[in-house]
């Protein structure tokens, strides 16, 4: 018996249960995957436009898309001599 790829995966069901849930499963899967890639674009966005990084020069694009690009994280020179109090 030949199947198509646009066929429905119920018709594996005439084969054994266990075909039908593992094709069921991996349908699944690829929607759970689509769905947090899209979820992680947007943290992905607000990393590369940050901007944050520039102050140390030209950056590349992998360097822009770390959390350490994000605008905002940046210490005052108060913070900063907070934090070298509390070190030992």
Same mark, same amino acid.
Request: proline share 5%.
């Given at each position: 018996?030949?199947?198509?790829?646009?066929? =429905?995966?119920?018709?594996?069901?005439?084969?054994? =249960?266990?075909?039908?849930?593992?094709?069921?499963?991996?349908?699944?899967?690829?929607?759970?995957?689509?769905?947090?890639?899209?979820?992680?674009?947007? =943290?992905?966005?607000?990393?590369?436009?940050?901007?944050?990084?520039? &102050?140390?020069? &030209?950056?590349?694009?992998?360097?822009?898309?770390?959390?350490?690009?994000?605008?905002?994280?940046?210490?005052?020179? /108060?913070?900063?001599?907070?934090? /070298?109090?509390?070190? =030992?």
């Amino acid at each position: 018996m030949t199947y198509n790829i646009n066929d =429905p995966i119920e018709e594996f069901k005439e084969n054994s =249960p266990g075909i039908y849930f593992y094709f069921y499963f991996i349908k699944q899967m690829a929607f759970v995957f689509i769905v947090i890639c899209l979820l992680s674009i947007i =943290p992905l966005v607000l990393n590369i436009l940050g901007g944050s990084l520039s &102050k140390y020069g &030209k950056t590349n694009f992998l360097m822009d898309t770390t959390l350490g690009n994000i605008k905002g994280l940046e210490f005052t020179d /108060e913070e900063k001599a907070n934090m /070298e109090l509390m070190d =030992p």
